[in-house]
């Protein structure tokens, strides 16, 4: 993905460095500047420089959601303090009576959002597999607003045909959203593929260092933006300064930690799918994977995630992440730091039993987030504690 800097073309690799950060013009500093101030003196009664509360503004923020938008390829970048208050900001674009239709193998905490919290104030939602375009078409409804999807997803890896499906939700009249936190835009780029939406945790890969939590959302649409803009606003659920620095700073490296993660990810895949104790594994890079074509397509590499079931169930999951050493048995993903998780007791906890048991989130499940240690030494780490399953 390339964007335009005057009459150049810059790569993804300098967007990240560069977008949005231009040298301070007061020091020259070439680093974006924390600036703390909650509130910013005026020359007159509203006759300000751009900046007067820093809820509603900040000039780390601002540089931050410019990087944000570059990376994409968006009109509009928007931080929150978390990826739920991401989420939450935009599911207030709707009204009671609207409906979204989401993929059922979305992010626990997601799901708890749409079936918790929206439901009740008359936002009403619909689960489907959404790897098959036709379910998709099926289950729209007249009320339907929003179309919210995660590809790949967590933690089953599905991957989703992000053109095919915003072309049917185009012709109803809905939005499409893309949780793009698994395959960040270094991997893919929904916008292009005809997404409205892009969100992301920037807590996982953006970030890079599991040291902030924040979340985004990325946008053409001009009319969604300045919504969003006014409840990004009026509810309030903007990051500190210190913390979209952190993401900033973050960024710079992304391009070569997903890459890194990615390739060792690959290679780890092809080793479990042989190892005798490994009943199966979801990764999309796999030929094995049922949606391993659609990925091939919409996506620049297959990611840094795996999942895969240990024979024999609970136990011997159990008995894998406790021998791990290298790898924190740990939830969240996306750091430099290799982290394994069980999503049936961690992440997914709140999705009902039966739900987990449909999507094939069974007690055997484990999911490995690969980091930028050396291979030899992650894989040394995953066979010891596999031999001790």
């Not at 005057?6 to 300098?14: D, I, P, Q």
């Not at 709707?94 to 104030?121: C, E, N, Q």
């Not at 095919?164 to 698994?182: H, P, S």
């Not at 739900?355 to 291979?375: P, Y």
Request: proline share 5%; with cysteine; aromatic share 6%.
């Amino acid at each position: 993905m390339k964007a335009s800097a005057g009459s150049r073309s810059l790569a993804l690799e300098t967007l990240a460095v560069h977008a949005g950060q231009p040298a301070d013009p007061t020091s020259g500093a070439v680093m974006m500047p924390i600036v703390l101030a909650s509130t910013f003196a005026q020359r007159s009664p509203g006759e300000h420089q751009g900046f007067e509360y820093s809820r509603s503004g900040n000039p780390t923020r601002n540089a931050l959601e410019a990087c944000l938008a570059a990376l994409e390829g968006g009109k509009h970048g928007f931080a929150f303090a978390s990826g739920l208050g991401a989420s939450t900001t935009v599911l207030h674009t709707l009204k009671p009576g609207d409906h979204v239709l989401s993929g059922d193998d979305v992010y626990g905490g997601t799901f708890r959002l749409l079936d918790k919290v929206l439901a009740p104030m008359g936002v009403a939602s619909s689960f489907v597999d959404l790897s098959d375009p036709q379910a998709v078409a099926r289950s729209m409804r007249p009320e339907t607003k929003l179309v919210w999807l995660e590809t790949p997803t967590n933690p089953m890896l599905k991957i989703f045909d992000i053109g095919a499906i915003a072309e049917i939700a185009k012709k109803r009249g809905a939005r499409v959203l893309v949780d793009n936190t698994f395959a960040t835009p270094v991997l893919q780029s929904p916008l292009a593929l005809g997404a409205d939406i892009v969100l992301h945790s920037t807590t996982k890969y953006l970030n890079g260092h599991s040291d902030v939590v924040g979340g985004a959302v990325v946008t053409s649409d001009e009319a969604f933006a300045e919504r969003l803009r006014f409840l990004q606003n009026a509810m309030g659920a903007v990051p500190s300064p210190f913390d979209c620095y952190l993401v900033l700073r973050g960024i710079k490296t992304l391009s070569v930690r997903v890459e890194r993660a990615t390739a060792s990810a690959a290679n780890i895949a092809e080793r479990l799918r042989a190892h005798p104790k490994v009943e199966r594994v979801y990764y999309p890079g796999l030929e094995t994977h049922p949606n391993h074509a659609v990925a091939k397509k919409q996506m620049r590499g297959f990611g840094a995630m795996i999942s895969f079931v240990l024979r024999g169930g609970l136990e011997p999951s159990r008995r894998f992440l406790s021998a791990l050493e290298i790898f924190a048995c740990a939830e969240s993903l996306g750091g430099v730091e290799s982290l394994a998780e069980h999503p049936a007791i961690m992440t997914h906890a709140s999705v009902p039993a039966e739900q987990r048991k449909t999507l094939g989130i069974d007690d055997g499940l484990c999911r490995l987030s690969v980091g930028v240690e050396a291979l030899s030494d992650l894989w040394a780490d995953i066979e010891g504690a596999l031999d001790k399953a």
